[in-house]
């Protein structure tokens, strides 16, 4: 799942730069991002602001006609400090969604540095750090788009993010359900095969089916985003929430079917749990997902 989500998040960089960006950023980047010899992180959140991205304050005020000089921090940004290029949400203009712009930074660009590589619950092969500007100056070509389009942006690269993050997250209870029916058929109590009893078959239907509904509702969305249908994003938002709540759900009945061994190391499943729940909160947290639903529902 870490790894998944790793690539899904460059995906959806390498995805903003191809759908926003100039002919010669497009030219420049993609055959690198592409090929993975280059690998993209996506900076939006900073430590005052996760849920509410529009009010990020990380700012690039322009040093004559040819550069912008950045200010401010970004935090919990996945691959920071091992990725290449970071595509920067930062304040160009106003206060609120209209004053932000997207710019690329390079790693190795002057005045960018990143803090200690956190501690993690889950997600562990993959480094999440701060992502620190201090007057970094960078061309006033590595803007994507107009001034002003940045927030737009973030927000169309995270309709697909989101959907990556469900069907990663729907791999990994997968893998936990495929794991636990293995194991109720050898795990032997009260002479029987756990398999045998009638609470262990319920709850591998009960799991199979949630799953089946995850998998159906994500298709769904993948194929609104595809056809760029008016309500593409409020499914979006419906199938990273309910995959992602499931999915964990799915792989604790998972770790509970194991009994004891589910909470060891050996078995894997408690690594599922843990990589599963941070699905349910970044790339706008479930509650957030909730927010974009119900407002789209009640303006109607
Ligand atoms: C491992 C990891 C990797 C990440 N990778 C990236 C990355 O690569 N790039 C990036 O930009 N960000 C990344 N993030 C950040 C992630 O997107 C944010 O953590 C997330 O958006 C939530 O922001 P926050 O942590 O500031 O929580 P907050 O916004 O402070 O929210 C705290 C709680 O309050 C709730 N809440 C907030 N506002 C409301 C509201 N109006 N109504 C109801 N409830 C509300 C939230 O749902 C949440 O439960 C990552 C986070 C983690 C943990």
């Known amino acids: ?22 002919a010669e950023q497009r030219a420049h980047w993609l055959p690198k991002l592409v090929s993975m010899e280059k690998i993209a992180s996506y900076c939006l959140t900073e430590p005052g602001s996760g849920s509410d991205a529009a009010a990020l304050r990380t700012t690039a005020k322009p040093d004559g006609n040819a550069h912008y000089v950045i200010n401010g921090s970004k935090a919990f940004i ?8 970071y595509v920067l949400m930062c304040r160009t203009g106003e206060d609120g969604p209209k004053g932000i712009s997207t710019l690329l930074v390079e790693n190795g660009a002057a005045g960018l540095s990143f803090g200690k590589n956190e501690k993690k619950m889950g997600w562990r092969a993959q480094p999440t750090a701060i992502v620190n500007f201090e007057d970094c100056k960078v061309p006033a070509d590595n803007r994507v788009g ?5 927030f737009k942006y973030a927000m169309k690269g995270l309709d697909g993010g989101r959907l990556n993050i469900a069907a990663c997250a729907l791999g990994g209870a997968q893998d936990a359900l495929d794991r636990a029916l ?3 058929k050898e795990r032997k109590q009260f002479g029987k ?3 045998d009893f009638q609470n262990t078959q319920f709850v591998l239907a ?3 089916t949630e799953l089946a509904a995850c998998r159906t509702l994500l298709h769904a969305a993948a194929r609104k985003l595809d056809a760029k249908t008016p309500d593409a994003s409020k499914y979006c938002a419906m199938a990273k929430r309910f995959v992602t709540d499931t999915a964990f759900a799915v ?11 589910g909470y060891l190391a050996d078995y894997e499943v408690e690594r599922i749990v843990r990589d599963l729940r941070v699905h349910r909160i970044l790339e706008g947290t479930n509650e ?8 789209e529902i009640l303006k109607s």
Request: proline share 2%; with cysteine.
């Open 251 to 261: 792989a604790d009945k998972a770790l509970q079917l194991h009994g004891g061994y």
């Open 193 to 195: 095969r756990l398999a």
């Open 146 to 150: 107009p001034e002003g389009e940045g």
């Open 1 to 22: 799942m870490a790894t998944a989500a790793f690539l899904s998040i460059h995906n959806m960089c390498s995805w903003m730069i191809d759908s926003f960006g100039g």
């Open 288 to 295: 957030v997902m909730r927010m974009i639903v119900s407002r």
């Open 206 to 208: 009960d799991m199979e």
């Open 78 to 85: 996945s691959g920071a400090g091992f990725s290449d290029l």
């Open 182 to 184: 293995a194991y109720v």
